[in-house]
């Protein structure tokens, strides 16, 4: 580890690498909470996937995942600008860091230390990027299966089988969005470690909190839920 890392450094850097990564295995992985919202979400796109197959226009489908394709576009073109920014600033840390020099806040560890954040903070928006563009791909791909989807089976079972295939292929897509946008979340986190290692604790810990309410306690997620309860009862009828 390079010497300008403290042992408090050390800390706040591994607290925000297990807390980031271990919130996506939980709510993303084989961790997953079965009542979190984007579990329930689960059942609205299999439903939606089931509404599709009997759908002999499904020019709303395709608007619907064309709004969600601009959306990673944007996200990633943002992501893009702030990294040019981010590399600007640690090509120039020097001047960066001596126009600042008067933020005593902003200067705990001194230019060294200063550019090893700059670091942390690119390589979080680069996985960020890399998370978009995965997105915006696995979207197109899906945009081949609203198209090559067969007209809807007699067999209600085959059916299921048919909506749950394409629900894999959408949530897969939706899940790397939704690592990118998580991204952002953490890296507002790690600009309080330009404060001190026990704000970027702090921060981190505070998205977590942020993160875990929407997904488990929002006015969002109790409405989702019971609207995933009634599909839910309306497949257990359909299989």
Request: aromatic share 12%; net charge positive.
């Amino acid at each position: 580890m390079p010497s300008e890392f403290s042992t408090l450094d050390l800390l706040a850097i591994s607290t925000f690498f297990i807390a980031w990564f271990g919130y996506q295995l939980l709510f993303d992985g084989r961790l997953r909470r079965s009542y979190s919202l984007n579990s329930q979400m689960l059942v609205l796109r299999r439903r939606w996937m089931l509404r599709l197959l009997h759908r002999d226009n499904r020019i709303v489908d395709s608007t619907l995942v064309g709004h969600t394709i601009h959306s990673a576009a944007f996200f990633a073109s943002t992501t893009m600008l702030v990294l040019a920014g981010l590399i600007g600033v640690l090509g120039s840390a020097d001047r960066v860091y001596g126009a600042i020099t008067n933020i005593s806040a902003l200067l705990g560890g001194g230019q060294p230390l200063f550019e090893w954040k700059l670091v942390l903070l690119i390589g979080v928006f680069i996985y960020a990027f890399f998370k978009f563009t995965w997105a915006l791909r696995q979207f197109n791909y899906f945009c081949a299966v609203i198209g090559s989807a067969p007209d809807a089976p007699e067999d209600p079972a085959e059916a299921l089988v048919w909506a749950r295939r394409m629900e894999a292929v959408l949530t897969h897509a939706v899940n790397e969005l939704n690592s990118g946008v998580r991204a952002y979340y953490f890296a507002f986190a790690g600009l309080a470690w330009f404060i001190h290692p026990l704000a970027f604790i702090a921060a981190t810990l505070l998205m977590i909190l942020v993160l875990a309410r929407r997904q488990l306690g929002s006015p969002t997620v109790r409405a989702v839920r019971e609207h995933a309860k009634a599909l839910s009862r309306d497949d257990g009828k359909e299989e």
